[in-house]
């Protein structure tokens, strides 16, 4: 009787160490899932609203809404890029791909930056209790990039 107990309390034990961890990494993915706006360097005015989800063991960014002030400036194509995005629309253009999230940090993925059709390796980290997101594009080594920082958008 004594044996099936303890052997009982161990099964139990394991199903919640599993849970716990398969919860914990489901949660860590999913911090960086939502909507985010991103700030224009020069006017300190939004920008885009880019729509960061899920695909698989990944996550991905398609911008889902911009915000331009003036039709001579707006990009309604990405006529610059270079790869299968070339001459896609703006609005659902994946811009974010196959990043890896653990804990708040992203990495392994790259950006491309709709304007000059340019794509970089990046890397992302939630900041102020995941309110904002630090993206970093770069060329090489981190050590040579930008780092700009999205607010969430609710």
Not at 132 to 137: A, E, P, S, T
């Amino acid at each position: 009787m004594f044996l099936k107990i303890k052997k009982l309390s161990q099964i139990v034990i394991l199903g919640l160490i599993t849970f716990l961890f398969s919860s914990f990494a489901l949660a860590a993915t999913s911090n960086v899932v939502g909507n985010w706006e991103t700030i224009d360097a020069k006017t300190q005015k939004p920008s885009s609203i880019i729509a960061i989800q899920s695909s698989g063991s990944v996550v991905v960014g398609k911008i889902i809404k911009t915000f331009d002030e003036t039709s001579e400036k707006k990009v309604e194509r990405c006529t610059l890029c270079k790869d299968d995005r070339k001459n896609q629309p703006i609005i659902g253009l994946e811009i974010i791909r196959n990043m890896q999230c653990e804990l708040n940090k992203c990495h392994g993925g790259t950006i491309l930056d709709p304007r000059d059709g340019k794509i970089y390796k990046a890397t992302m980290r939630l900041v102020n209790n995941g309110q904002q997101l630090k993206v970093r594009g770069y060329i090489g080594v981190s050590l040579f990039g930008k780092t700009v920082v999205w607010n969430r958008y609710k």
